[in-house]
């Protein structure tokens, strides 16, 4: 029972959300505005534990800055990603 009640301590102090390297660049602002402690929370809680990240901030975190780290090397990439490979907007 004391491992429940330690896994569930954890959780509730060091919340945690499921984001992909792609993500997690684009929200390098927007941690840095409100708090990785406060995003992530506020990701746990209600019905956004189910959204995606683009619905979440859409919703909760409409004025938070975004960061667009595939425009600056989207030429670079472009020499060794065939273009069919290439990440959509």
């Known amino acids: ?8 301590n954890l959780l509730s102090t060091m919340p945690y959300a499921v984001m ?5 660049k684009s929200w390098c602002g927007t941690i840095a505005e409100v708090g990785i402690k406060a995003l992530f929370s506020g990701k746990q809680e ?3 534990s189910r959204w995606m990240w683009k619905d979440y901030s859409r919703e909760r ?4 800055t975004r960061v667009d780290l595939q425009r600056p090397f989207a030429q670079n990439w472009s020499s060794v990603i065939p273009a069919e490979a290439m990440p959509r907007a």
């Open 1 to 8: 029972m004391t491992a429940i009640y330690d896994a569930y």
């Open 20 to 24: 992909s390297a792609r993500e997690f």
């Open 46 to 48: 209600g019905v956004s």
């Open 61 to 64: 975190l409409p004025a938070a």
